[in-house]
């Protein structure tokens, strides 16, 4: 069983760093692939960035490139997502997921969703 939590979302004025983490409690997180995405208020949840079980391949999206990285550390079942240079755009609830079919980018085929941080960014 794959439980998924999230911490570390908060107020952070724009240009600064906030660095979210997802652990899940389960015994068999590393053979999942993990992605964060996130839903701002009256849009649609997005793709934000994912990285395979082993954690050699790391996928962003384009809004993201270059500010975010997703790393993992499969000794404490845990995911992280480092935000740089962080815009008032980015403001969402940001929800890590896992999924065991090597997809990454549609969130469709995610199997297990945590409950979400907020992270607000002030400009």
């Known amino acids: 069983q794959v439980q998924l939590v999230e911490s570390g979302g908060g107020l952070v004025q724009a240009g600064g760093s906030l660095r979210l983490s997802c652990t899940d409690s389960?015994?068999?997180?590393?053979?999942?692939?993990m992605g964060w995405f996130r839903q701002a208020p009256g849009k649609e949840r997005e793709f934000v960035a994912a990285?395979?079980?082993?954690?050699?391949?790391?996928y962003y999206a384009d809004s993201v490139k270059g500010r975010f990285t997703i790393s993992r550390d499969n000794a404490r079942n845990t995911v992280y997502l480092q935000m740089n240079s962080l815009k008032p755009d980015d403001t969402a609830v940001y929800y890590c997921?896992?999924?065991?079919?090597?997809?990454?980018?549609?969130?469709?085929?995610?199997?297990?969703w945590g409950q979400g941080t907020q992270v607000t960014v002030s400009s």
């Open positions: 997921a896992a999924n065991d079919r090597g997809t990454y980018y549609n969130g469709s085929f995610y199997d297990y």
């Open positions: 990285v395979t079980w082993s954690g050699a391949s790391k």
């Open positions: 389960g015994r068999t997180f590393s053979i999942y692939t």
